[in-house]
C-alpha cells in the first residue's frame, strides 16, 4: 500500500505533467492554426520524414490506428500527403506541398514552443531524456 507521501508525490507530479502536457498541446495547436491543420493531422504530418506506415504512426503518437486513418484522410483531402504501398498496411508520405507546411509548422513550434523558451539547452536535453523513459516505461 502507498504511503500518504507516495501519494501526494504522485498527486502532485500528475497534475505538472498534466498542466505541461496542456501547455505542449497549445503550443502545437496555436502553431497548426495559421496553416489551416487540425492539430492532429499536424502531429501526423510532423511525423512524416520518410514514409510510415498508419501503424507505426498510431504507435508513436499513442493514439488509435482510426484517429491516425482519420488524420491521414484530412491530409489527404488537403493535397498534403498520399498513401501508398500495401492496401492492408498502407504507408503515409508527404506530398511536395505537405513536406512544406511540415517545415513551415516546425518552425511555427519552434518560435512559440513553452519548453523552448523556458528551458536551457541542458534543461531540455535533461527533460527529453525523462521523457523518453517515462514513455517507454508506459509502453510495456
Do not use: W
Amino acid at each position: 500500500m502507498a504511503s500518504a507521501e507516495q501519494v501526494d508525490e504522485a498527486r502532485g507530479l500528475a497534475i505538472l505533467l498534466h498542466r505541461a502536457a496542456t501547455l505542449a498541446r497549445d503550443d502545437f495547436a496555436r502553431a497548426a492554426r495559421p496553416l489551416g491543420i487540425e492539430p492532429q493531422a499536424a502531429r501526423v504530418l510532423l511525423l512524416l520524414d520518410e514514409p510510415m506506415p498508419l501503424r507505426a504512426i498510431a504507435d508513436r503518437l499513442l493514439a488509435e490506428e482510426a484517429v491516425i486513418a482519420a488524420a491521414a484522410d484530412a491530409l489527404e483531402r488537403a493535397g498534403l500527403a498520399v498513401r501508398d504501398g500495401e492496401p492492408d498496411a498502407p504507408a503515409l508520405s508527404p506530398t511536395e506541398a505537405g513536406a512544406a507546411v511540415r517545415e513551415r509548422l516546425g518552425a511555427a513550434i519552434a518560435a512559440d514552443s513553452t519548453a523552448l523558451h523556458a528551458l536551457d539547452p541542458a534543461e531540455r536535453a535533461q527533460l527529453a531524456t525523462l521523457l523518453e523513459r517515462l514513455v517507454e516505461s508506459g509502453a510495456r
